[in-house]
């Protein structure tokens, strides 16, 4: 790798803070990895994204990353600050300053899937194995004939509700211990573990068919990273836990675990 | 320097459809629902469908349950005529309003997460605009999932779609519509990702592409809404409807604008100056905090302008606050959770214990490509385009008119969604000529690309983008007026010829982000002119669209504006009317359907 020359803004003023980012790039056309600072005065309530938007204004409009909500709502935009996962669109840069206590950040990609050009990755292959762990009902429990939908009491989502607040940013799978390439990852399997907890869904046998595999829920070593590092702090390891003990309370297939 | 390009890939398929929000995704279930075979192309320019913009919804989908024993489809259809300031279609309204019910259930037995009340049953909230017995009072119509609801159909409609085996093309750039003999017939889409043209030959397109809420500075819209639906239908001179008819939505985080949802008012929230005072039944005396969006941001901003704003020191912004503080626990826990975490995160501020700074922020296109009822586009003379349709955002058949309604954008996704799918699935069977495209397909596409990538001078893309979302900001915002349109056009002019001397750094075709942005840029300034220049010519206040030197709705501009570019350039007008089809009816209510004076 080789590091190329330090571009930096030349603002200054209230409110602004000068920090230092460090960028693992990566040029597919030449297949070349290399490290890239800049130095940058930005306002302390910016968010990271904004700091890449300024550094695309400023410095280096052919700096690529990714994201699309940027506002923690659909996880395009995860990325390693530090070598923590975070969303890109939430780390205020006071609050990484705090964090790291530095004002010097590295930034990489998500080492997840293969990246595409600098801080972007190949969230298509990501995902495939979320697909895997099909994220829907396989075999909806038929209805009452007094009924138009299922009666579902609050009680009974209660269990699995912070479950379908994930967003697949994949920030539990870079945390994760075990490789990806082994474990079909922590929110792949909270996808299906959220249709076992589902009291609407029936095909139980299948859907345990992968989380018991060998790539399954016994790769997952139980360190509880991905609860730590959970931007929407989801407790996925609960979930996890709950899946290798065989309960899915509330649910057709509770007594199936 | 890149040589001549040419197609990597020439594919067929029956329909392709390019979006893979809400609307797009629910037209493809629906055709593969009951014809499983049937071979579709789904394109998307994120990353991958859970991505879309949709996601992003938070308050709740409208939509009559049958068992209700106070509320009616025709009390919503009225409040959506009203709202709309009297210029939605009423065919549209009719027909979307009394599909809704099904909707929710089609989303409830695919696996959606609805809140339940303690009965078990679908819970409700009230919104903005939303009444019984035409405007009495509030309604509880909203069905929704936590603060999340957007999240909640995406999620399921793309479970769905890969539950059905679909094979998503994401990170794909529609470019160009492929026509023969005045018929769409296919598509020229870029890969994003590998840097490869292909060329798509389909019996139907569907434009499902989102909205355009990137042509303002702040906007609760995503990166991705760069208006590029409207781009490719305006770059083959064909017209987008009512582009002026673009919503602020009143409840922005002050800052970067990220959407605090009308939620928080149908939950009891209150807005309040800086001296505290609940403002907003000098506006709206009845609905107060519940009138409909255009009315609430008015209010926002003129608060503001008379100086009973408060400045935010980090973005040395001025805003109002927003008061949930008397809410209890659990609606701040669990029916507002995402919203809760966004003050948290994003302005350090505990909305149980302390006030939430808000400001109006761009938020939703009204406007859009025309269509019939069933979603068929139409050109200047509003004949059909054979195989061409569209639906959701970037669409317009008319469902909102001039001011949407809170929850009756994602309703509009879904039944819309479904109805292009049936009509789709009608025209499917029909034997259809043989339609080619055109021999002459890829060269626009190839020479415009060729030219972003040989350009030279001193612009660049972000600085270019900066200061026309600026420039749409300040004068093409809440409030209009002819001085400030016609300095925003000039400005938009000046960045048109700007935008030609941008140089790219990244020369490569692979995953180059700054190149996507080049496109999307050239979406966006077509689309800010349209939008401009039908502002500049719509002399009267209609709905969101407000003009201070034409202060009043005027009879004389009861009509959709149909904009066209024409090849000089140049925006031309045409007018599609209202359908006033329940007025006409003569049924029970129809004169309650006429143009009548819109007070909340």
Not at chain 1, 70 to 88: F, R
Not at chain 2, 245 to 251: E, G, I, N, S
Request: with cysteine; glycine share 8%; hydrophobic share 35%.
């Amino acid at each position: 790798m080789m590091v190329c020359k330090i571009l930096k803004t030349r603002r200054s003023g209230m409110g602004l803070v000068d920090i230092t980012l460090n960028i693992r790039r990566y040029d597919p056309d030449q297949d070349r990895t290399w490290w890239q600072k800049y130095q940058v005065s930005v306002g302390e309530i910016m968010r990271f994204v904004d700091v890449l938007r300024t550094i695309n204004t400023e410095l280096d409009s052919s700096l690529a990353w990714n994201s699309s909500c940027e506002h923690g709502q659909c996880g395009t935009c995860a990325i390693l600050v530090n070598k923590s996962p975070v969303l890109a669109c939430e780390l205020l840069v006071e609050r990484a300053i705090n964090r790291f206590n530095t004002t010097n950040f590295t930034l990489e990609p998500l080492s997840i899937a293969p990246v595409l050009r600098d801080l972007v990755v190949d969230l298509e292959q990501a995902y495939s194995r979320v697909h895997e762990a099909q994220p829907y009902i396989i075999q909806p429990a038929p209805l009452r004939e007094d009924e138009t939908y299922s009666t579902l009491f609050p009680r009974n989502q209660e269990a699995f509700l912070e479950a379908t607040r994930c967003i697949n940013c994949f920030c539990c799978a870079q945390a994760c211990l075990s490789s990806h390439h082994s474990f079909i990852g922590p929110n792949a399997s909270m996808a299906s573990i959220v249709r076992l907890m589902d009291p609407r869904e029936t095909a139980c046998e299948e859907r345990l068919k992968l989380l018991y595999s060998d790539r399954g829920l016994y790769r997952c070593h139980t360190s509880r990273a991905c609860s730590f590092v959970c931007p929407k702090e989801i407790d996925v390891a609960h979930f996890l836990a709950l899946a290798k003990q065989g309960q899915f309370a509330h649910s057709h297939c509770s007594d199936k675990g | 320097m890149p040589g001549k390009f040419s197609f990597h890939d020439h594919i067929s398929c029956d329909v392709l459809v390019v979006g893979a929000g809400g609307a797009g995704l629910r037209c493809v279930t629906e055709i593969l629902e009951h014809r499983p075979d049937t071979n579709i192309l789904v394109v998307t320019k994120v990353s991958h469908p859970q991505k879309s913009h949709t996601g992003t919804a938070q308050g709740g989908l409208a939509a009559v349950d049958p068992d209700d024993p106070i509320d009616s489809p025709i009390y919503h259809m009225f409040d959506t005529w009203k709202g709309s300031d009297c210029t939605a279609d009423q065919n549209v309204v009719q027909r979307i309003v009394e599909s809704a019910w099904d909707e929710i259930l089609w989303l409830e037995r695919r696996g959606m997460f609805y809140t339940r009340n303690e009965e078990g049953k679908l819970a409700k909230r009230t919104f903005g605009g939303h009444s019984i017995r035409f405007g009495e009072a509030s309604a509880f119509r909203a069905v929704f999932e936590s603060d999340r609801t957007g999240k909640g159909i995406l999620d399921t409609m793309w479970g769905e779609a890969v539950k059905k085996g679909v094979k998503f093309y994401n990170q794909h750039l529609l470019t160009e519509l492929l026509f023969n003999h005045g018929a769409c017939v296919g598509a020229v889409l870029f890969d994003h990702k590998k840097g490869r043209f292909i060329s798509v030959a389909a019996k139907m397109c569907v434009l499902s592409t989102g909205g355009s809420g990137q042509v303002f500075r702040v906007t609760t819209n995503c990166r991705h809404n760069t208006g590029d639906g409207l781009g490719v239908i305006l770059q083959h001179g064909l017209p987008v409807m009512d582009p002026e008819a673009v919503q602020f939505h009143p409840t922005g985080v002050v800052g970067p604008g990220i959407l605090a949802s009308e939620a928080l008012r149908g939950e009891g929230g209150i807005l309040r100056n800086k001296n505290l005072e609940p403002y907003m039944e000098k506006y709206a005396p009845k609905m107060k905090d519940l009138a409909p969006r255009d009315v609430v941001s008015r209010a926002n901003e003129l608060e503001i302008r008379e100086g009973r704003g408060v400045l935010n020191p980090d973005h040395n912004i001025e805003h109002v606050w927003i008061d949930l503080r008397h809410l209890s626990d659990y609606v701040h826990d669990v029916k507002l959770k995402e919203i809760s975490t966004f003050f948290k995160k994003f302005v350090n501020i505990d909305p149980k214990t302390q006030l939430a700074p808000v400001r109006p922020s761009n938020h939703y296109h009204m406007g859009g490509i025309p269509t019939t009822l069933h979603g068929e586009v139409q050109d200047i003379n509003l004949n059909v385009i054979p195989g061409l349709y569209a639906i959701g955002e970037c669409a317009c058949a008319s469902f909102h008119g001039f001011n949407r309604l809170a929850t009756n954008s994602i309703l509009e996704l879904i039944t819309m969604g479904k109805i292009v799918g049936q009509t789709v699935l009608t025209n499917l069977k029909q034997t259809l000529p043989s339609n080619e495209p055109a021999s002459e397909k890829g060269e626009y596409t190839f020479d415009k690309f060729s030219r972003y990538l040989n350009a030279q001078g001193k612009h660049n893309v972000d600085r270019i983008k900066s200061d026309l979302r600026s420039t749409m900001s300040d004068k093409v915002g809440v409030f209009r007026d002819e001085k400030g349109l016609t300095s925003a056009l000039d400005t938009i002019h000046e960045l048109q010829e700007a935008a030609q001397n941008i140089r790219l750094e990244c020369k490569s075709l692979t995953m180059n982000q700054e190149l996507a942005q080049r496109w999307e840029l050239d979406n966006l300034l077509t689309v800010s002119l349209v939008i401009a220049q039908s502002a500049l010519e719509r002399r009267e206040s209609r709905g969101a669209h407000t003009r201070e030197d034409y202060p009043e709705r005027e009879d004389a501009f009861n009509y959709h504006t149909l904009a066209q570019i024409s090849p000089e350039g140049n925006v031309v007008f045409s007018q599609r009317p209202i359908n006033m089809d329940i007025f006409e009816s003569g049924a029970d209510y129809a004169d309650k359907f006429g143009y009548i004076s819109r007070k909340y």
